[in-house]
């Protein structure tokens, strides 16, 4: 018979397994909250972590400045971000959950549309400027780096003088809709790789494809 002390340690929860910080990964896609930005180009960022999501069976809560989703796969641990703070603070949301998740600085991989890209291009670049991105702008503002590793998505540029805005924050093309599940499998495809292989790897495997 287990002693009054013996019951008590028995009824106490494990502790959660500490995870291996080089093993935990911080996925952020880029975009705006609110149902009128749902499908808009710039809003490839949500849609490439919400279709990885749908895809590992995983659904997302809502937490502090954004929604979340967490799965492992070959064991890392993927965090998906979707910032409620609007793009152009997308750097306060990034912050908190580095930091809260003790993600390494190596370990973050920013999810945007890239109007320099042919539609459905992929691009992962591990520095660089913002190229004119809110987003990206605001992230290396608040995080005081340019050394963090983005995955561009191309959206192209099809769009007349002045109506930048317009297209960016206009819908896919009835073209573009047929092509994308397509594309949202393999930037899936591209995400898991560079927790899995490694940022120059993926690199050589998906950019330009």
């Known amino acids: 018979m287990l002693s009054f002390f013996g019951r008590i340690l028995s009824k106490r929860k494990p502790q959660e397994e500490e995870i291996d910080p080089m093993k935990k990964f911080l996925i952020a896609g880029l975009g705006n909250i609110g149902r009128e930005y749902e499908n808009t180009r710039h809003n490839i960022g949500f849609k490439i972590v ?92 608040v995080l005081n780096t340019t050394n963090y590793n983005r995955f561009r998505f191309g959206i192209s540029d099809e769009f007349s003088k002045g109506k930048q805005i317009d297209y960016v924050l206009g819908e896919w093309t009835e073209e573009e809709e047929k092509n994308l599940s397509e594309r949202l499998k393999k930037s899936a495809e591209l995400i898991k790789s560079f927790g899995t292989a490694g940022v120059s790897n993926t690199m050589n495997n998906f950019n330009g494809k």
């Open 50 to 141: 919400d279709f990885l999501a749908a895809q590992e069976e995983v659904t997302f809560s809502t937490d502090r400045l954004g929604d979340i989703a967490q799965f492992k796969f070959k064991g890392r641990t993927f965090i998906l971000l979707k910032p409620s703070t609007y793009m152009n603070l997308s750097g306060k949301a990034v912050n908190y959950w580095m930091t809260k998740e003790k993600i390494l600085p190596e370990n973050l991989l920013v999810v945007t549309d890239d109007l320099n890209l042919a539609f459905g291009t992929l691009r992962l670049k591990t520095k660089g400027s913002d190229g004119g991105h809110n987003g990206l702008k605001d992230i290396q503002n």
